[in-house]
């Protein structure tokens, strides 16, 4: 199973963008980068997915790198509500199930 | 309309003792995912149900621990003999997802707001 890598923390100024980035370098060339975030005491939130393009919506933009080793979430306007922990992750497609696995994620503090 | 739901929503409970944690996925939803969140740590993955296919319970931590889906809607957590590192918050998701990821697929799961389980 490919494994994610993420810095254990940032912090972001209110207003700006905020680039959390995720090394995936094992990935193989069926499995899905997906990224979640998990607010203080709630379940974790879809946030967005890709392949290999990149994307957009109305959350976030995901980045991800020609050789897809890595990537980076965007969010362009970080607001404190952004303030969690952001996991990314990867999908293991096996048969006719899959298994997610997450690491530990990063906390973003989102700063006034 | 109505998200997956989990009772209890807090649990606490003497070493030793067996606990039962439920889920309710979103209807219709055929896949039911289990997780547990340490203090301070990520998600960990536990069990999988897929419809009626054998779940895949690589992530339970020992046979202490057992998971059951009937009529593939709700589930049950169960964990015997519980102990002080069993304390975490247990979290359920569903997804819609019925095809393999290499087809293009979505994959959203939906998360439960968890059940926080104290094992004193």
């Known amino acids: 199973d490919a494994k994610t890598t993420q810095p254990t923390s940032m912090d972001c100024a209110e207003g700006r963008a905020a680039n959390l980035p995720c090394n995936h370098s094992t990935i193989s060339g069926n499995e899905y980068v997906y990224w979640y975030r998990q607010i203080h005491s709630q379940g974790p939130q879809y946030i967005i997915h890709g392949l290999k393009n990149n994307e957009t919506n109305e959350m976030a933009s995901l980045i991800i790198t020609e050789d897809r080793k890595s990537s980076t979430l965007i969010l362009p306007h970080a607001t404190l509500r952004d303030t969690a922990v952001y996991y990314c992750?990867?999908?293991?497609?096996?048969?006719?199930?899959?298994?997610?696995?997450f690491g530990p994620g990063t906390s973003l503090s989102v700063i006034p | 309309g109505a998200g997956v739901s989990q009772s209890p929503s807090n649990k606490v409970t003497e070493k030793g003792k067996d606990v039962e944690l439920r889920c309710d996925p979103i209807?219709?939803?055929?896949?039911l995912y289990w997780y547990r969140q340490s203090l301070g740590q990520g998600l960990e993955f536990l069990i999988y149900f897929q419809g009626n296919s054998a779940p895949d319970k690589s992530g339970l931590p020992s046979d202490r621990f057992s998971a059951e889906r009937t009529g593939g809607s709700v589930s049950t957590l169960t964990i015997q003999r519980t102990q002080q590192e069993d304390s975490a918050v247990y979290l359920c998701?569903?997804?819609?997802?019925?095809?393999?990821?290499?087809?293009?697929?979505?994959?959203?799961?939906?998360f439960g707001p968890g059940t926080r389980l104290t094992v004193t």
């Open positions: 992750i990867v999908i293991t497609a096996k048969t006719s199930y899959d298994k997610v696995i």
């Open positions: 209807s219709g939803h055929t896949a």
């Open positions: 998701a569903s997804s819609t997802r019925t095809t393999m990821v290499a087809s293009g697929g979505s994959y959203e799961q939906y």
